[in-house]
DNA sequence: CGAGCCCGGGG
DNA sequence: GTGTACGGGCTCG
């Protein structure tokens, strides 16, 4: 019989000894299937000057000693291109994936090279088939009669792409927690979880809410059900998920704290979490440290939406930092409750009346993450598309592996085997390695009104297609001569043949041509384009990595030369851009890499694309140089003690007032709250032309913080203790503190955040680190404050307005403060 | 100045 | 799981 459906979580299994993988999804009629194949696993070894037959004799014989003995099972001889030369192969079959590595290691002890040996056996399977992960499949074969799963099982004898339909209404549910956690100390072994919020949403488009708790107080919330204990919590949320059934869990760091902490609080509680499709338990590593794990689900597609932004889509937002709040607010247009969730544990000890609030915030932000799962959603399906990745996995890698991967892919087509991936000695080296980065003009330090910035679109990858730029055609015999690299004679790359990497780069970017030209033509229909925009962005983003996959140390394709003269060609560029802008009588106030910062003054918009369309006459190949957008006011600052301009830091102030800050780096918790709050609002009503109250908010500040006025609270600088304490040797102010507090029989341990404040005194700064309870009548230091927090966050911004540093600190050192101020 | 350590997200 | 991030800033020694 024949089937068709959409596949989302992918896994693999060994069965009677022989290798199945199992491909987890959804019939068009929303029942849940899994679908397996038997593949077997192989590595490529090259057999250029090697015995062949003596090869013959030892393979079948060959059995490498483990739990399972790891044998091969067929060999195969292919033409394949390793590097730009084309060479024999091996095509190596063994029993099931553990054996890959067991039995080319065996084979490279004999003297053979081995390729392709550590590439992911889901990956393999799903590159050698064309099949795209979210997608319509259609597979031939029969239902089996599989006990010991949770959804029908169908056994395959072939697998197929159907369409390129998405699989745009799955089953989501969001999952958040609260948890206890008194002094900010998150610990999942002592601290309970004190509530879950779930959201979902199905395929009717039907919504769920639900908050479970274990305290009751009285209130008129309808999404609430009270259990008795975080036992029956945990045990209601696996008949919750069991019951649902979605296709994907989602969560915002969920793979770092919510299903972690489950699974360790779970562990504790000996409660199984068997969600899997399969009855397998919930999967978060070895559970204990919260911070890097993965956490998997067999069959339900676990989606950490903070991993896809951090790893990929938070790139091009304007907000710095990556907090549910902050993306939320951008992307969506909504915050975060606004509640006090440090007073969460003393609410639920003392006044459980008042917990309906944490339970609102709970749900909220369940709700803020699922719409962030929707609404991304298209973007991750078309990453999958491009790479054939696994959603799981690509939402996980960053930008490297991604490109890697879709190399990897296209490899397939043109017989290419992939590079091994470096050992420790060569990634020591190639770490050694350096080469020129972007030409970056230095900034005069300064406020400037009415800003324009041009930039070239994709510019390292339409400069390493127009050059042809890549390891296969570096150097080549038929080119000598005929044109080199800028500033680098050494290097020059084929003119008469497109290779590998530029051609696989060049398909993206003639990919993206053609999507936007479907986005117009759809548009000017009316109809939706948003898959369309998903497309294009994923393509450029791709794009856009591969030069810095050709200089990444951890790549196969690896390519120093290539890298340098990518590098050397933009440069080149944009120093005649700006030589040709300054001709035409622009002022030129900054530019960075492919872009170039120009100040209109007296010139209309105009004249401006006229030199545009000027520059892109001359330009080769896909290269353009595009207009990027008119600011009202910007202001650049000076590099500390110097008069010079800092490159990559400056603020910009758009046409709607909103803030376009880069390089000021003020989100960390180790900065105090007054100077994270003081620069951002002198940058605000710098930017608005509000000088004058933006002196007057910082006189306003460091008055408060002379006078002892400030609220201790927002002078705390907070930082983590990741160790055991005995086993540093650098006693920086927080191990210190942390040292006291177990004095004082407050627990420290690995994983305590700990908050001091500095105190007035003398000595190194850990000497005068004080928690906040030792602080009496703000006895704080005022003037590592002002030293230390304050004017570094706001100095080099005023010095811009002609208050050099030494103006504002002036006398300070002595009497706390200048004339000035 | 280099080495060592911590930052992110989450409560 | 055919595994184990990354790049940058601060303080101490």
């Known amino acids: 019989m024949q089937i068709r459906f959409y596949a989302y979580d992918f896994d693999y299994k060994i069965k009677d000894g022989q290798t199945y993988i199992y491909l987890y999804g959804k019939l068009e009629n929303n029942h849940k299937i899994c679908v397996i194949q038997q593949y077997n696993p192989y590595f490529y070894a090259k057999v250029e000057d090697v015995d062949k037959e003596e090869l013959e004799k030892r393979l079948p014989k060959l059995e490498v000693e483990a739990k399972e003995p790891a044998k091969v099972i067929k060999w195969q001889e292919i033409d394949k291109e390793l590097l730009g030369k084309k060479q024999k192969f091996w095509k190596i079959e063994v029993n099931y994936p553990k054996a890959v590595p067991l039995v080319s290691k065996e084979l490279e002890s004999w003297g053979l090279e081995c390729y392709e040996k550590d590439i992911l056996y889901v990956h393999r399977y799903l590159r050698d088939k064309a ?79 639900k908050v479970i708790t274990w305290k009751r107080f009285s209130n008129k919330l309808n999404y609430l059900e009270f259990v008795s204990d975080e036992v029956e919590m945990l045990k209601k949320l696996r008949e919750i998920i069991l019951d649902y059934q979605p296709d994907i869990i989602t969560g ?44 998997r689900i067999k069959g339900i597609l676990h989606v950490d939406i903070f991993k896809f932004i951090r790893n990929v889509f938070g790139k091009d937002l304007r907000t710095d930092s990556y907090s549910l709040d902050s993306v939320s607010e951008e992307l969506l247009n909504q915050k975060k409750d606004d509640v006090k969730i440090s007073e969460l544990a003393n609410t639920w000890d003392n006044h459980p009346e008042k917990l309906d609030q944490y339970c609102k915030y709970n749900l909220q932000d369940a709700y803020l993450t699922l719409k962030l799962c929707t609404k991304l959603l298209p973007d991750m399906n078309e990453f999958a598309k491009i790479t054939g990745l696994p959603l799981f996995d690509l939402i996980r890698m960053g930008f490297s592996r991604l490109v890697e991967n879709y190399i990897l892919k296209r490899a397939l087509e043109y017989q290419v085997i992939a590079p091994n991936k470096p050992k420790k000695f060569e990634i020591e080296q190639r770490n050694e ?107 450029k983003t791709l794009a856009n990595s591969f030069y810095g996959y050709l200089g990444f140390f951890g790549a196969r394709w690896y390519c120093l030369e290539c890298a340098r003269s990518t590098t050397a060609y933009a440069r080149n560029y944009i120093k005649s851009t700006i030589k040709k802008a300054k001709n035409k009588k622009f002022e030129v106030v900054y530019g960075d890499t492919d872009s170039l910062f120009l100040l209109l003054g007296e010139k209309h918009l105009t004249e401006v694309k006229e030199f545009m369309n000027e520059i892109n006459f001359d330009l ?91 609220d201790p609270e927002k002078l705390i600088i907070k930082t983590q203790i990741t160790k055991d304490l005995s086993s540093y040797s650098s006693i920086g102010p927080h191990v210190a503190v942390a040292l006291r507090m177990l004095e004082q029989n407050i627990p420290v341990s690995a994983g305590t955040v700990v908050e001091y404040i500095i105190a007035k005194g003398s000595g190194l700064v850990r000497e005068r680190a004080k928690l906040p309870s030792e602080i009496k009548d703000n006895n704080y230091d005022s003037d590592y404050y002002l030293n230390h927090q304050i004017l570094p966050a706001v100095a080099e911004i005023f010095a811009v307005l002609g208050y050099s540093e030494e103006e504002l600190v002036g006398e300070s050192k002595q009497t706390g403060l200048g004339n000035f101020l």
């Open 252 to 295: 915002y760091f969920s793979d770092g704290f919510d299903l972690p902490y489950i699974k360790t609080r779970a562990n504790k509680h000996k409660i199984k979490l068997d969600f899997g499709n399969d009855y397998s338990d919930l999967d978060s590593g070895s559970g204990n440290s919260l911070r890097e794990g993965r956490s």
């Open 620 to 710: 080769p190949g896909h290269m353009e140089l595009e207009y990027e957008g008119h600011y009202p006011q910007g202001i650049f600052v000076a590099i500390k003690g110097k008069e010079k301009g800092a490159k990559k830091k400056y603020a910009l102030i758009d046409e709607n007032d909103k803030l376009k800050i880069t390089g000021f780096e003020t989100v960390r918790r180790n900065w105090s709250k007054i100077a994270k709050e003081l620069q951002k609002e002198v940058l605000q009503l710098v930017l608005e032309d509000k000088t004058e109250e933006a002196i007057e908010y910082l006189r306003e500040t460091v008055k408060d913080l002379k006078s002892g006025k400030i």
């Open 433 to 539: 390695d350096t080469y020129q980065g972007g030409f970056v003009y230095e900034p005069t330090p300064g406020m400037y009104k009415d800003i324009v910035i041009l930039d070239f679109k994709s510019l390292y990858p339409t400069i390493i297609t127009s050059h042809n730029i890549g390891p296969e055609s570096l150097n080549c015999s038929c080119c000598k001569e005929t044109s080199s690299v800028p500033d680098h004679n050494e290097y020059w790359f084929c003119t008469k043949e497109k290779k590998f990497i530029p051609q696989v780069l060049e398909q993206l970017i003639l990919r993206r041509t053609d999507v936007k030209r479907l986005i117009e033509e759809e548009r000017s229909k009316g109809n939706d384009t948003k898959i369309l925009e998903a497309r294009s962005y994923a393509i």
């Open 131 to 209: 099949i795209t992960p979210m997608t319509l499949l259609e597979a031939d074969g029969e239902l089996t009669n599989d006990k010991h799963m949770r959804v029908a099982v169908f056994q395959a004898d072939e697998i197929k792409q159907f369409s390129k339909d998405n699989f745009n209404k799955p089953k989501i549910l969001a999952i958040d927690i609260e948890t206890y956690a008194k002094n900010k100390i998150i610990d999942p072994k002592k601290n309970p979880i004190l509530m879950v919020a779930l959201y979902g949403l199905d395929e009717q488009g039907k919504e769920y809410r």
